[in-house]
């Protein structure tokens, strides 16, 4: 054998080693279920590596539940007759004469509209004067305009109708039909008919959440529990905004997935099973069934309650593990649910990093007969 070919078969053989030596340092999408399971808490790591069982999917679990405070849920219905500085009023009136106080010549009614009620709640009617209106029913109004009016003219008639306006009115933005600011009425008295007066939600029931602002308060419900619970339709009251959004939380889908990116959720109360099928599964190519890993940091009280201990007073990380080549684990996979902020990991399957290992040593061997053979031609 000649001194170059020793040399080249030399210098494959070490190339072979270092590759078989440094395997973990070839591409892949993260650490397999071994190393990962080598990081946890028992073998010094940082981690809570927990084995996800139906117990354990139970106390995993955080109420996902919204509903308003008793600030909302104790106001009453607020008395849509009532006149507030900022509406407007029709006023009519009919005299018992042909030559009337407010009236054209041969005309016995006149009509006053748009009258807006001012800041201090007065309105100003001519020959009557400014009348305070904020307060008052249209009929206690009618009858304030009466007394004043029959001193100059007989027997008037006064008709008075409360019509939209800024004081008793919320406003509506976000995923409804049409947005915008409507009047308190006996219709819109309550949250789900002002929804239904800007033309239904257009968000999907299953991810839209309502939020009110009242002063300094915010409630939040889940539209679908608006709809379940009579007793969350609450009362508006004037200047309540009122904010229908979509879902804003989010999951991350890394390693064998089919996709990598970050996903919102699709429903309320979403599974691992759920948020798998949203990523499209698991790669069959590549992803270990039996490593399926749901990161996240859970506080003291919650750790405390997962672990079965009571010494835990900072929040921890946790790796919850589901395997699924187990005849249970699709069940598990169903009862843990995904919380905002998770990352959803699936680990490569053991022999994918064999095969990179393996179509690597094929490079290396393919390089080296071009090696060799490039020696031969030389020699």
């Known amino acids: ?24 340092s070839l591409p892949r999408s993260g650490p397999n279920k071994q190393e990962l399971e080598a990081a946890s808490v028992v073998n010094g790591g940082d981690v809570h590596v927990v084995d996800v069982t139906t117990e354990i999917a ?14 909302f849920l104790n106001a009453g219905p607020r008395g849509v007759d009532i006149i507030n500085p900022g509406d407007v009023v029709t006023v009519t009136v009919w005299e ?15 009509f006053l509209e748009q009258l807006q009620v001012d800041q201090k709640g007065m309105i100003f009617v001519p020959y009557a004067g400014n009348l305070l209106a904020s307060g008052k029913t249209p009929d206690q109004f009618r009858l304030l305009i009466t007394r004043a009016l029959q001193e100059q003219t007989p027997d008037p008639q006064v008709e008075v109708k409360r019509v ?19 009047p308190i009425e006996a ?11 800007a033309g239904g939600v257009s968000v999907s029931a299953a991810i839209a959440m309502v939020k009110i602002r009242r002063g300094t308060e915010t409630g939040t419900i889940w539209l679908q529990d608006l709809y379940d619970d009579p007793a969350t339709d609450i009362a508006l009251l004037p200047g309540d905004k009122i904010i229908v ?15 990598q990116t970050n996903i919102p959720f699709a429903r309320r109360n979403l599974s691992v099973v759920q948020a798998l099928a949203q990523v499209g599964g698991l790669r ?3 992803a270990d069934p039996s490593g399926v890993f749901v990161f996240r940091e859970e506080s003291a009280n919650m750790a405390n309650k997962v672990l079965g201990r009571s010494d835990i007073v900072t929040p921890q990380r946790f790796a919850y593990v589901i395997n699924l080549t187990e005849p249970s684990g699709i069940f598990t996979a169903r009862e843990f649910m995904v919380r905002d902020g998770d990352t959803l990991y699936i680990t490569e399957a053991p022999f994918v990093g064999f095969q990179k290992v393996l179509n690597a040593f094929l490079t290396t061997v393919n390089s080296g007969e071009s090696l060799a053979t490039a020696t031969n031609a030389l020699n």
Not at 1 to 24: D, F, G, N
Not at 187 to 197: F, N, S, V, W
């Open 58 to 71: 139970r106390l995993a679990t955080r109420d996902q539940s919204m509903s308003f405070g008793n600030l």
């Open 245 to 259: 959004e979509e879902d804003q939380r989010m999951y991350t889908a890394l390693g064998s997935a089919g996709s």
């Open 164 to 182: 939209a306006g800024d004081g008793a009115a919320v406003s509506i933005i976000g995923g409804v039909a049409n947005q915008g600011v409507y």
């Open 1 to 24: 054998m000649t001194m170059p070919r020793i040399i080249t078969k030399r210098i494959l053989a070490a190339a072979v080693l270092a590759m078989l030596a440094t395997a973990c």
């Open 284 to 286: 069959e190519n590549s």
């Open 96 to 110: 018992n004469t042909d030559n009337g106080l407010l009236s054209s010549v041969g005309q016995k009614v006149t």
């Open 187 to 197: 219709p819109t008295k309550r949250l789900t008919g002002m929804l239904a007066e």
